[in-house]
C-alpha cells in the first residue's frame, strides 16, 4: 500500500516511519531549521535513489552503495549541506558528483537551476531519468565530465556544492565562483580525516571556515586527486 503525499509522491507504508523518523529525529532534532529544506527533505522522496534491495534502509540516517564505488548521502548531511548554502529559488548552483542524484533533486525542489557533472555516465544517465520522472528535469542539466575542473561555460554561479573530497578546494571551481557567493566543499585526505569547509567569495578571494568532520567518496580529477 502507498501512502499519498501532498506534492504527488508516494511513500511505500512500509517506510513511511522510517520517513517520520528522518525528519523529526535526524533532521529537525540535530539542528535542521531551515523550512525550505525540511519542506524539500519532506518532500523528495529518497527511496527513489536507492537501488531496490536496499530500499528499506531508504530514510536511515546512513549512506548507502548506489554502485561505481560511490554512495547516497546520509539525509543529514544533505540536509545540513543545503542549509549552509542558503538556496533560494531562482540561484544558478553547480553541483559536483551527481550519484544517485538525491541531492540535485533536493536543490531543484527548492528552486534552484541546478547544473550537475557526474564522473560515471552510468550514474549521470540514470540520475537524469529518475529526476525527469520526478517532474524536476527542467531545473537540472547534467554532465558527464571531471568536476574537479567545474563547468566554465555556464559559470559564474551563485552556489558551489561538491559531495566528493578534495586535497584542497580546486581552482577553477574557486574561479567559477560568483562574487558573493558560497562554496561548499568536503578538503582532507583521500579517505578519512576530512572536513566540510563553506568558502564565501570576498573581492575574488575565498574566505573559508571549517564546518564539521565528514567522510566522502575522493573526487577523481585534474584538480583533485589523481585516478589510479
Known sequence: MMMP????????????DGRRRML?????????????????MASVPRHEFVPFPLRIHSYDDTPLGIGCGQTISQPYVVAYMTQALRIAPGMRVLEIGTGSGYQTAV?????????????????????EARLDRLGLGER???????????????????RILAAAAAPRIPAAL???????????????ALRGNQRLE?????NGRLAVRPL?????????????FKAG
Do not use: C, H, Q
Not at 523529526?24 to 524539500?40: E, F, Q
Not at 563553506?198 to 570576498?202: D, G, S, T, Y
Open 198 to 202: 563553506l568558502a564565501e567569495k570576498r
Open 107 to 127: 536543490l531543484a525542489f527548492m528552486g534552484a537551476e541546478v547544473f550537475t557533472v557526474e564522473r560515471y555516465e552510468e550514474l549521470s544517465l540514470a540520475a
Open 5 to 16: 503525499e501532498e506534492n504527488g509522491f508516494d511513500v511505500p507504508e512500509e517506510l513511511a
Open 24 to 40: 523529526d529525529a535526524d533532521l529537525a532534532g540535530r539542528g535542521i531549521s531551515d523550512p525550505g529544506v525540511l519542506a524539500a
Open 212 to 224: 564539521l568532520d565528514v567522510s566522502f567518496v575522493p573526487m577523481l580529477g585534474a584538480g583533485a
Open 140 to 158: 537540472t542539466t547534467f554532465r558527464t565530465d571531471d568536476g574537479s575542473l567545474g563547468w566554465p561555460e555556464a559559470a559564474p554561479f551563485d
Open 174 to 188: 574557486a574561479e567559477e565562483l560568483a562574487e558573493g557567493g558560497l562554496l561548499l566543499l568536503p578538503v582532507g
